[in-house]
RNA sequence: GCGGAUGUGGUGAAAUUGGUAGACACGCUAGACUUAGGAUCUAGUGCCGCGAGGCGUGGGGGUUCGAGUCCCUCCAUCCGCACCA
């Protein structure tokens, strides 16, 4: 009787499917376990093999733990709002939500041949207008939300209010932009648009003139972790500066909870630390300088207070406020064309030209705070108007930077260390004695820092201050395809719609594109407005979003009157084991858990860190082929002749490469313009090229799941991905070891079957088959506790290998084996478990319990070494003491050869069993 | 430049606390069997050497009875951040 893994695997999916296997509830008498994978977007492509590395680990993990007896939740969803799909409306037209449906279809199918154990009854598409009303309810929380530093929890914006209207402003402490003191008097005269434009500044989600990465060739604005050097992540567009007026979510208000937060999660530190570095914590000092001359203060921070007697200039980034009132007559002309040129230059070429200094001189000075000299004033566009206030003071002798800048344009530089010579560059050391530096003089860096801050502090100049490099985090898209705003202008001032006005639903549209005077495309809506007329937010959300939440939606998911219910968050609480990409490190996983900490802050859920333990599954890499053109014909050289001509590499499909041989028949069928393609080739053969890449459609190297689960069927699929390696690695796709794990299959199920069908045995198992397997019980815990999804294949293989050496087909002996493999492969799992004569689904079965007597062993074979060095070995009785086994070593006559008539010095028995003879 | 990782046979990789390096699988070699199957089985397979034996976890050094594992140092590759004051 033959394994035939396509009749089992579409009757147990059947089966799941009908009796709902995988359904589950909230038992508040089972310990509960949540197990969550990154969702999808729904590409127009469909899934190729590397997307469910990462669900079948968790799948593993899942069913691991159910056997565990923990009830799971293991749930799936899409992140349906996107890019791709509005790029394809905007060229066909078709509405985004029919494609994004028919791509959700196939990833369905594709997933379900997969044999996932997915609660697909709490699935969630964040597109869908029953999810996405809570996301608006979210934003409208921030909206109506502020950070209130002395309590460091953001609070209704109401109290707020009620503050203001007693006391002003004085006294608050929030997390907000530059606000002038007023008192309740102002407050109180202040007219109803008055109040709203300076709630804004405490808003958690505001409304603001932003500078902004604007990027044309997608007509939107973009996150800081959506622009990669200097060009858009998605479509590789150019992005540039802008001040343009758009909605963004306070998250700096976050950034020490953020920060702190990385303490209490089992994450690696590989990303813990990029979080931190996104984060960027500096711990130094704000310290104020006067302009000679005029009203003005600049405001600068510094992480060297210690520094401040070598303050030879200052610099301001080109956009600063202060620019323009500052620059004094002469000067104006060449100011306003460098700001000019500065503002031009897209964020890409600033950024890879950073070995140029360029600046100019305002012609205003600034008085030094301590020995009121006249510092210059220049500006420059090393200096970043989105760190610190824009502004800085220049030590040259101290920063590399400021030494480039002072030595380009020859300003003083004054040397604060003792012995130091400033002419080559500058010396950021904080151990050396100081200097030119008044009353830090003779003291070094680091204790001169405290006593600067001190003075600073005392002299009323400034404060010790921390910087966070992180910024506010961009909220508004011009894009369709992205949640709407639930929010109106009223006055040119924004408001919220109320609860019962949500979902705000995306209004159709005769076309995807911005409008001819530039605004998105929801203002094409023409009749898209409030019942009194008011015109609507016509940006969109942005992408991560909906993502943000999405882990709490499944804990409820159908609920129409909270986003998720109390007493379900109460009981899932804590995603504990998370598995995705890395490419998420700033951007989901970052924003993720600030909504988690503000809706902790809003006591609507019990957790502040939303993912307990996250894995990041490494990307399965695909192997392109290339073809070589030459160049202005259509001839294709082989590729070991490819030098000989002038030629372009092209991408092949490869579908019809074998082996590195290119089928020219497929080939000239691909693609009409190949039809009449001549082929050089060597040897009879046409070779082609190949190169390690990432998975794409746009590369032709995409292997899809669905002929491998045809040909050796899903069980074979998912055991030979958690077999390539470990789960976090980079790796390059390559079926070469699939027959492997395919046989062991076929094997396991030759234990239960002969030529002429089933043929179990109730006869008691012996030792060697109770060692075989407890081993492998045992091993099977240890590496799924520890998250080591390849190596309990492996377990698997000498198991199966043993039990077959021991012609084994013992009920007891199988039984716990059926259940050890069905997180693996839980169809063939299933088909065995019946015919042992069970009725449940094998989900419901216990996991067996690691006996260890079963492998205390009669005698052990010593592996015997002189200094270390492996010589001979000894079969021994375990029961034997370390005195015993050493006096039986010395006495043996091998020992004697090895030891050439020295005498040992002493003998080592380890624990391991081990005999180390020291000579 | 800063930060993080990784380096083991022909290949993917094991080796959990320092204790027989290379399990398991692919590939390869030789053979068996046959209803010729993308089948199954047997033996071999780190390198050098006919052999005894020697050498082996990126290089060099150290700690230890004993190091892939710990420490120092150098090299290579990958990833993230980057005029962040």
């Known amino acids: 009787m033959k394994y035939n893994h396509n009749e089992i695997e ?80 905007i060229q066909t037209g078709q509405h985004p939500a029919i494609t994004t449906a028919q791509n959700v279809k196939r990833y369905r199918e594709q997933l379900d041949r997969i044999g996932f154990s997915f609660d697909w009854s709490r699935e969630v598409q964040t597109c869908d207008p029953n999810y996405y009303k809570w996301t608006q309810w979210i934003f409208k929380q921030l909206f109506n939300a502020w950070y209130n530093n002395d309590t460091d929890k953001a609070e209704p914006i109401a109290s707020l209010i009620k503050h203001f209207e007693t006391n002003g402003n004085v006294g608050v402490n929030a997390a907000s932009e530059e606000v002038e003191s007023f008192d309740a008097n102002a407050w109180n005269s202040y007219s109803t648009e008055e109040q709203e434009q300076l709630l804004l500044h405490y808003r958690l989600a505001y409304l603001a003139d932003t500078w902004v990465n604007w990027c044309p060739g997608l007509g939107t604005v973009l996150a800081n972790e959506e622009v990669k050097d200097g060009v858009s992540e998605r479509g590789g567009f150019p992005v540039e500066r802008k001040l343009m007026r758009q909605w963004s979510l306070r998250i700096t208000a976050y950034a020490e909870r953020l920060l702190q937060g990385l303490e209490t999660i089992d994450w690696t530190d590989a990303l813990k630390e990029q979080q931190r570095n996104w984060i960027g914590k500096s711990n130094g000092a704000a310290v104020t300088f006067q302009v000679e001359g005029y009203d003005h203060t600049i405001e600068v921070f510094t992480t060297r207070p210690d520094t401040i007697f070598g303050v030879t200039f200052m610099v301001l980034a080109p956009e600063h406020d202060l620019v323009d009132e500052i620059t004094i007559a002469d000067h104006r002309e060449e100011v306003e064309k460098y700001v000019e040129v500065a503002k031009n230059r897209s964020e890409r070429d600033r950024m890879s030209d ?184 016509y940006s969109t959300m942005p992408g991560w979003a909906g993502s943000s939440w999405y882990f709490l939606r499944y804990m409820d998911p159908n609920n129409n009157d909270a986003f998720v219910a109390r007493d379900k968050v109460d009981y899932w609480n804590q995603v504990d084991l998370y598995i995705g990409g890395s490419e998420h490190a700033t951007g989901h996983l970052l924003y993720a858990r600030f909504w988690t900490k ?65 089928d020219t028949d497929a080939f000239k069928a691909w693609r009409p313009e190949f039809a009449n393609a001549e082929f050089i080739l060597e040897d009879g053969k046409y070779l082609c090229g190949h190169e390690v890449e990432k998975m794409s459609k746009s590369k032709w190297n995409v292997q899809s799941p669905d002929e491998l689960c045809e040909r050796f069927g899903a069980d074979t699929l998912r055991l030979y ?62 590496d799924l506790d520890r998250y080591s999804f390849n190596t309990v294949v492996s377990n698997f293989m000498i198991c199966v290998n043993e039990l077959t050496d021991l012609k084994c087909n013992k009920r007891a002996i199988l039984e716990d084996l059926v259940v050890l493999v069905s997180p693996y492969a839980p169809h063939i799992a299933e088909e ?88």
């Open 10 to 89: 579409a009757a147990w999916q059947q089966y799941w499917k009908e009796n709902g296997t995988y359904k589950t509830t909230e038992d508040a008498s089972k310990e509960k376990f949540y197990v969550l994978d990154m969702f999808p977007y729904p590409s127009g492509a469909g899934l190729h093999v590397g997307h469910p590395l990462g669900y079948i680990a968790s799948d593993v993990y899942a069913r691991y733990k159910r056997l565990q007896g923990f009830n799971v939740l293991h749930p799936m969803g899409y992140d349906a709002f996107g890019l791709p799909a509005e790029q394809y409306a």
């Open 354 to 537: 950073v070995k140029t200094i360029t600046g100019t001189f305002t012609g205003a000075y600034a008085l030094h705070p301590f020995t009121g000299e006249k510092i210059p004033i220049w500006i420059g566009d090393y200096v970043l108007a989105g760190y610190g206030t824009g502004a800085v003071m220049a030590v040259p002798s101290g920063d590399q930077r400021d030494w480039g800048f002072a030595h380009h344009f020859d300003i003083p530089i004054v040397p604060l260390i003792e012995g130091q010579d400033v002419s080559e560059g500058a010396d950021p050391s904080k151990d050396k004695v100081m200097i030119n530096s008044d009353f830090l003089n003779g003291m070094i860096g680091s204790d001169a820092m405290i006593a600067a801050i001190e003075a600073i502090e005392a002299k009323g100049f400034g404060k010790g201050k921390v910087n966070y490099r992180l910024r506010d985090a961009i909220f508004s898209r011009q894009r369709y395809w992205g949640e709407p705003f639930p929010v109106y202008f009223n006055n040119d001032l924004p408001t919220v719609l109320s609860d019962g006005e949500l979902p705000l639903e995306l209004p159709e549209v005769d076309k995807y594109l911005p409008t001819e005077d530039g605004e998105p495309p929801l203002a094409r809506a023409t009749s898209w407005k409030t019942a009194d007329g008011h015109t609507m937010e």
């Open 598 to 662: 503000f809706l902790y802050d809003l006591d609507l859920i019990p957790m502040q860190e939303p993912f307990q333990k996250l894995i990041n599954q490494g990307m399965i890499l695909g192997r392109s082929s290339f073809v070589y053109r030459v160049n202005g014909t259509n001839q294709f050289v082989s590729f070991g002749l490819r030098k000989e001509y002038d030629t372009t590499r092209i991408h092949v499909d490869v579908n019809i490469v074998d082996n590195d041989e290119l």
């Open 721 to 782: 991905e958690m077999f390539l390696g470990p789960l976090e690695q980079y790796k390059p796709w390559d079926t070469k070891g699939i027959t492997g794990v395919y046989g062991f299959l076929k094997k396991l199920w030759r234990l239960f079957h002969n030529d002429e069908g089933l043929q179990l045995s109730d006869e008691a198992p012996s030792k060697a088959e109770l060692k075989a397997l407890h081993k492998t019980i045992k091993k099977f815990r240890e």
């Open 832 to 919: 065995l478990w019946k015919k042992l004569g069970h009725t449940e689904s094998v989900s419901y079965a216990t996991l067996p319990e690691f006996d260890p007597q079963y492998l205390v062993e009669d005698s052990f074979t010593y592996p015997v070494s002189f200094n270390g060095k492996m010589r001979f070995k000894m079969e021994l009785s375990a029961a034997l003491s370390k005195e015993e086994v050493e006096k039986e070593v010395l006495a043996s006559e091998q020992t004697a050869k090895y030891l050439e008539g020295k005498s040992p010095k002493k003998v080592i028995v380890v624990p391991k069993k081990i005999v180390n003879v020291v000579v």
